[in-house]
């Protein structure tokens, strides 16, 4: 299908481009381990206090380092007007935009399976024991962040303060999205199976990445050409 190919294409020369640099994968893969090592030495957490803190604070880790990665999605078109020519290509918009989001999906989801492992020995944690569910939880909320920042990364490319701009757009559009992701992660992380409480916030998250998506791909041809 020429929609996936296109896709797929953008996602490769993206990684390609980070790879080469690794700015991006640099930059925030430092700051999710500074700032985990920071709050492990500030606060020294019992294991009481990490059940309830685990979820929260690795997402707010993840949100943080994510827009870092986010921000270059788009901006690395800028130099030689590239961003131009690829709109003008016969790339779909909304195929330039998934390519775009998967790529940036891709390395947030690198940085968080570093992070994790980082996280356990920090706090020590046993946070394979619910492996599967965790990476399910992991995927759901690392998408609700990939497609509402790359849009937004497309709607802030040209602005002077688009780092600052960026999350201050994508952080109130996240919060149903984090919560759900947090509330799932908290018991998951210290090896605890989700309960059927819990089942109603995986919903919310699952439909929450259905409709942003939908969203995202209906409305990315007016973001990127007007």
């Known amino acids: 299908m ?3 190919r296109q896709a797929l294409a953008i996602a490769a020369k993206d990684l390609r481009a980070e790879m080469r640099t690794k700015e991006a994968w640099n930059a925030s893969l430092a700051f999710a381990l500074v700032i985990l090592l920071l709050f492990s030495f500030a606060f020294e957490p019992t294991a009481e206090q990490t059940r309830e803190i685990a979820g929260g604070l690795l997402w707010l880790v993840f949100a943080f380092a994510g827009a870092l990665i986010l921000n270059r999605s788009f ?3 800028l130099p030689n007007d590239c961003l131009d020519a690829l709109v003008a290509s016969p790339v779909a918009p909304a195929a330039l935009y998934l390519g775009k989001a998967l790529a940036s999906f891709l390395l947030l ?4 399976l570093v992070a994790l492992p980082v996280f356990g020995v ?4 046993r946070w394979t024991a619910q492996f599967w569910p965790l990476m399910l939880v992991l995927v759901l909320g690392t998408w609700a962040l990939t497609v509402i920042g ?11 303060l688009r780092e600052l701009m960026l999350p201050t ?8 999205g984090l919560m759900a992701a947090m509330q799932l992660m ?5 090896g605890q199976p989700l309960g059927p409480e819990l089942y109603d916030w995986l919903k919310l998250l699952a439909g929450f990445d259905i409709i942003f998506t939908a ?3 209906a409305l990315v041809e007016t973001v990127l050409v007007g």
Do not use: D, G, M, Q
């Open 215 to 217: 969203l995202s791909l």
């Open 2 to 4: 020429r929609f996936v």
């Open 75 to 77: 901006a690395r078109e």
């Open 122 to 125: 920090f706090y020590n944690v």
């Open 169 to 176: 757009l994508v952080y109130p559009l996240l919060v149903p």
């Open 150 to 160: 790359t849009i937004f990364s497309a709607l802030t490319v040209n602005l002077r």
């Open 186 to 190: 908290t018991p998951l992380v210290v």
């Open 109 to 112: 989801t690198a940085v968080e």
